[in-house]
């Protein structure tokens, strides 16, 4: 692949079998061994005393690691270059940032020079590492940045991203003199992709293929954010163990995560010569401690020691890409932002003007489009559900809204539509993606972007990356051997939606949340200066009691209840109440019509059915889709006969003191709005004492009740009351909270005298 990490999540102990499910799970950062470039030395602080050696020390220092073990660290390396060692450790608390430290060994008489690098862990521990500093060295470590000054001028005066790719591969290779060096990003998946190359001329080119994040395994991934440069000398190379294996102390295996001389896993090694490399370095690039990217390098033609110092130069110019990519992405995410944001602020200032709809202010010029990029979008507010461009069918919609419910939080998002709802079949032209956005009751705003068709160039079928080998008795994972350029059509998925998206989304909502709010407290106020105006001045009766209550539903919704008491033109009484379906000011709308012209039809003398007949009649032509039902009772005060019509109204109660109440059976007509309803009237008598109590299901409806047991709590409170005021009604059945509006109107007959 491209040098960095794939596989290494393989590293297996000698003699452990090395297959399928170990691989994935060995912690890469204790292998026990070191590359043998350099040796280790495992100090206890303060008293600075060996504790644990590589196996390889005699080879570079001349001390058999058996007997350097528990010995002060002078008897091992000599008194000179120990107290170089002991200032060095005690003079810096970060002795990263001050690595390396020019040390020099007597070894067999000879002075031996070493860059000594030293990491300070838990419990007292210091790790010395010494890699042989006697080979070519193109600058000392304290010109570090004269070496990649230019560089680092043509990183920060070059805007374009691709640009500061290439700048980077080619300054680190002509730094480091690897045959290859390649830039590396991934993508939200952690799939890479090579974005830019400086390379032999003889080479074929990687630049543009991409390697599955499997490559490159999440705890590899975890290392390389924690130790930002990793060599392998020599893919050849031999590990040299850690003698003793666990620290005689701690007991514990030794952490090699800040360990240049770290031993790699023997499956990473296998990997790297399917690929012809000898030898390879990787730098990450880090935002926000986010491994993002590698600068991977390869070298063919044998083992490649770059020196430390040209190593650590290496590092600085990964950490000024890192810094200038990151400037370059905060800037055009900046930009982008404040386009965004002026965009939202123009839908915040169309939302609060009322005189039109909340969807339509959504929907104008700028719309929801321009605020998130996608192929279509629905918006369901107060009216019916309204889009924009390309949508899926209404059922997938609601579908997809259900989903978006049951996930958490108030904004859902997928990118791979079939994927997370296959049962809808939307087609990929249509939507691979939605980003939704829940709100209360029911309404809802829901973007829809469509697949995303691409073509990827991957380094080899990543399928394919690793075949299981049988030998003897354990199995081993082979990477893959192929590299060849292997071509794929990704579909089924649509563009990601981004972080920043979703916050525009997240905002959004409490846009549109405060805009229904203050145009329900709006409605409102209008709402109930038009249900007070319409609530009648009941006629004075001189022997007959009449009154009437009106409560709307909790949380002060508005509905569509209303009642009426008229004397028409013979002479009798006519008592009317009625409920239109819906709230807020489309029913209160819708009522106060229906009220007036049933009055008005009253008024003229026509007999009750025709009346409601009329009535229904009006609704049918100039009221589409409105419902409601009506009772209407005409009464003669001199004798108490009475006839009624109920369209499909709960049927009114007859109250005599001491006695059940009684429900008085008229005939059901069908409701006001059905088309050529023919109402029926039914006659019935109010005896004397008795009282005629007509109400709305609001008055009985419960959450999880049967309307039949509301009926029954009711009839127990009016035999209760005896003579019931329409007050004394609702207190008797009120139980703290009203789902729906609730309306009484009482009629008492007096006592024969």
């Not at 002078?74 to 940032?97: Q, W």
């Not at 029913?587 to 012209?597: F, H, V």
Request: glycine share 8%; net charge negative; proline share 7%.
């Amino acid at each position: 692949m491209t040098g960095a990490d794939p596989a290494e999540e393989g590293f297996v102990a000698p003699g452990v079998p090395i297959d399928l499910d170990n691989c994935a799970r060995e912690p890469i950062h204790i292998p026990g061994s070191i590359q043998p470039r350099g040796v280790l030395l495992v100090v206890r602080e303060p008293e600075l005393t060996v504790q644990q050696v590589s196996a390889n020390l005699a080879d570079h220092v001349g001390v058999a690691a058996e007997d350097a073990l528990e010995r002060p660290l002078a008897e091992v390396l000599g008194v000179a270059a120990a107290t170089d060692i002991s200032r060095f450790a005690a003079s810096f608390a970060d002795l990263r940032a001050r690595n390396p430290l020019d040390v020099t060994l007597d070894v067999a008489g000879r002075a031996v020079q070493f860059d000594g690098i030293l990491h300070r862990e838990p419990h007292g521990v210091l790790l010395v590492e010494l890699e042989p500093a006697d080979g070519p060295r193109p600058f000392s470590f304290p010109n570090t940045y004269q070496a990649v000054r230019s560089a680092v001028a043509e990183l920060n005066n070059t805007a374009e991203i691709a640009e500061l790719y290439d700048i980077a591969a080619r300054s680190v290779r002509e730094l480091t003199g690897f045959d290859r060096v390649m830039v590396y990003r991934y993508d939200d998946d952690y799939n890479g992709e090579v974005v830019a190359e400086a390379k032999r001329d003889d080479l074929n080119p990687f630049l543009g293929l991409h390697y599955p994040a499997s490559d490159i395994p999440a705890q590899a991934r975890a290392l390389y954010e924690r130790n930002w440069l990793r060599l392998i000398s020599d893919v050849d190379y031999t590990p040299s163990p850690v003698v003793p294996t666990r620290n005689p102390v701690t007991g514990a295996q030794l952490d090699l995560t800040h360990a240049t001389l770290r031993s790699v896993s023997p499956i990473h090694v296998e990997y790297l010569r399917n690929m012809g490399v000898g030898a390879s370095m990787s730098i990450s690039l880090l935002r926000d401690g986010r491994l993002w990217g590698l600068i991977a390098c390869h070298h063919y033609s044998g083992p490649h020691t770059p020196p430390y110092g040209t190593r650590a130069a290496a590092e600085f110019l990964g950490s000024t890409l890192s810094l200038r990519l990151v400037d370059r992405v905060d800037e055009e995410r900046y930009r982008a932002r404040l386009e965004r944001q002026a965009v939202l602020a123009k839908l915040t200032a169309a939302t609060v003007d009322e005189r039109d709809s909340l969807a339509s202010a959504l929907l104008g010029a700028p719309d929801l489009l321009d605020l998130v990029t996608a192929d279509g979008v629905v918006v369901q507010l107060n009216d019916a559900p309204r889009s924009r461009r390309t949508v899926p069918d209404p059922d997938a919609v609601e579908a997809l809204v259900r989903w978006a419910r049951e996930s958490p939080g108030a904004v859902a998002s997928t990118d791979r539509l079939a994927e997370t709802l296959p049962e809808l079949a939307v087609p990929g032209d249509v939507a691979c993606g939605a980003l939704v956005v829940t709100l209360p009751d029911e309404r809802y705003v829901a973007w829809f972007r469509a697949e995303a068709r691409r073509s990827v160039d991957w380094g080899g079928d990543p399928y394919n990356k690793a075949i299981a080998v049988q030998e003897g008795d354990s199995v081993r994972l082979s990477p893959r051997k192929s590299f060849e350029r292997w071509s794929e059509i990704v579909r089924g998925r649509a563009q990601a939606w981004t972080v920043d998206e979703l916050d525009l989304a997240d905002r959004l909502r409490r846009v549109v949340v405060e805009a229904l709010f203050q145009r329900a407290r709006s409605e409102l106020r209008l709402a109930e200066t038009l249900q007070r105006n319409l609530q009648p001045k009941l006629p004075v009766l001189t022997d007959w009691q009449l009154t009437a209550h009106y409560e709307p539903a909790e949380g002060g919704r508005i509905g569509g209840d209303w009642c009426d008491a008229l004397t028409v033109p013979d002479g009798r009484l006519v008592t009317v109440l009625g409920d239109v379906a819906g709230h807020g000011i489309p029913a209160a709308g819708t009522m106060a019509q229906l009220c007036n012209a049933l009055r008005a039809y009253l008024f003229e003398g026509l007999p009750v059915v025709d009346a409601v007949a009329r009535t229904n009649e009006f609704a049918v032509r100039l009221l589409p889709g409105a419902f409601a039902t009506v009772t209407v009772v005409a009464i003669d005060l001199g004798t108490g006969e009475a006839e009624g019509v109920s369209a499909g109204h709960p049927l009114p109660y007859l109250v005599r003191p001491g006695a059940e109440a009684a429900t008085v059976e008229l005939a059901i007509s069908p409701p006001l709005g059905v088309r050529d309803a023919r109402p029926v009237t039914t006659a019935f008598t109010i005896a004397p004492g008795e009282s005629l109590v007509l109400f709305s299901d609001g008055l009985i409806e419960r959450r999880d009740e049967a309307l039949d047991e509301g009926r029954r709590r009711l009839a127990e409170a009016l035999a209760g009351l005896g003579t019931p005021t329409a007050r004394d009604v609702r207190a008797a059945v009120a139980n703290g909270h009203t789902q729906d509006d609730a309306t009484v109107v009482a009629l008492r007959r007096p006592v024969a005298g």
